[in-house]
């Protein structure tokens, strides 16, 4: 063993480029390549979970039904069950590619509805590193 002690290099961590995010990733979805798949080419198109048009499209469902939910009961658990796999298609899961299946809002629901598909989708929209600007993009600003 050595007398000299190693240098650690090291870089400060910065906290406001970990979470730069990247505007058009935000705005238009990350794409989310579906392992599932032995081609390797399916993939959906998914914004992040939650954001200002998710928050506010909820808020906006719920309210114009606050009677229903008010009653609760059965019809309320299934509207509320449709009503959120709604508001997630329009803006959590905004397209997809590469299977059988066209996008469309009620493909979109139908993916939605299914809870393993579902978790698979708010997963992903829910992690920042899906959506961060890469390290060498900060480094070209």
Known sequence: MSGKKQEKTT????????????PNLEENGAV????????????FIVRPFPNPDYTRKISEAFQNNAEV?????????????????EVFAETILVGCGGMAEEYS????????????????????????????IKDEEIEEK
């Open 11 to 22: 870089t400060s961590f910065s906290i406001l480029d970990f979470y730069n995010v990247d």
């Open 32 to 43: 989310m390549k579906l392992r599932e798949d032995p081609n390797g080419e399916a993939f």
């Open 69 to 85: 939910f008010k009653k609760g009961g059965d019809e309320a658990d299934e509207l509320d069950k449709r009503l959120t796999a």
């Open 105 to 132: 809002k009620e493909f979109a629901v139908k993916c939605m509805l299914n809870s393993r598909i579902r978790e698979r989708i708010l997963n992903f929209a829910a992690s920042i590193n899906n959506f961060r």
